[in-house]
């Protein structure tokens, strides 16, 4: 079996040995530009790595995990013209650059190409790479129009943050995983059982990216602390924190998430003191602990001896800051 880092690497090595040099340049200069800014390429690699559990011949499947990570993109490149972000993995994002019209037909050509990826499955198994494809495809789309509602809305529950971020975020990871081991020949309960993984891996990782916000270090974090807090964003610690506090906390709550003119710093420290009395750092962190719990099981779930499965728990222990 190859590890995780062998498993990106040749990622890396596929994406950009893509031929994206068509006309006319201006669509696909800014595809370029995307699917040049990296990232962690996690979803790819779990293709890579369920399918590496049953079968060596990686570079089989290399198309489908190329098709979930254009995908990922796709969905990166339109996200930032819905939320006017100037910068993603610290480069000026494909809208600030080429504007809005180019970065739409980018992203909309973007996920063409995923879809003709896809295809490249073989026959035998088409046709449920696609049909899983096609409905995580959908299940996205969901979820990032009840991340939207959310900026408007003040009663938020915790139930319907944790389906939104299963829609937006944990789906294409368990999408991925399920897909690599259909390609594998698994059998039906062990690609059920992986997909569980997955989606507990990612509700547990955003969570962690929630109170990490709030409360991690920016050398380990990789980005400035209390951004979620200065935007007033529907995160579980927020969600929570207007749930359980009382009305004189509801008030300076209130009073911040209303505020227009005040100094940053301030802000977060106000915040964040409700959210110490309230106890939202201990309730998220159980709430981690819980679904990392549950992915483990799941892994645990799959028929395979655990040399076959200790890539993917090690990669769930990396990313979840715990020990195996």
Known sequence: MLSFNQLLEHVNTAMAALDLNRQPDRLYAPIRYALSLGGKRLRPTLLLMAYNMYRDDT?????TALGIETFHNFTLLHDDVMDRADVRRGKPTVHKLWGDNTAILAGD?????????MQQADDAHLRQVMDIFSATAVEIDEGQQMDMDFETRMDVAEEEYIEMIR????VLLAAA??????QAGATAADTEALYDFGIC??????????LLDVYGDYATFGKKIGGDILCNKKTFMLINALAR???????????WLAATDYVAE??????????????????????????FDKAVAALDAVSLPDERKAPLKELACALLQRRS
């Not at 829609?167 to 944990?170: A, I, V």
């Open 59 to 63: 570079e089989r499947v290399m198309p």
């Open 109 to 117: 050509n973007m996920l063409v190409m995923a879809f003709r990826m």
């Open 167 to 170: 829609l937006k975020t944990s």
């Open 177 to 182: 995983l399920k897909i690599g081991a259909v």
């Open 201 to 210: 891996l990612g509700l547990a990782f955003q969570l962690q990216d929630d």
């Open 245 to 255: 506090a009382d009305k004189a906390q509801q008030q300076v709550l209130g009073q």
């Open 266 to 291: 301030e802000k977060i420290a106000a915040v964040t003191h409700i959210y110490d009395m309230l106890g939202i750092r201990e309730l998220a962190a159980k709430r981690i602990n819980a679904y």
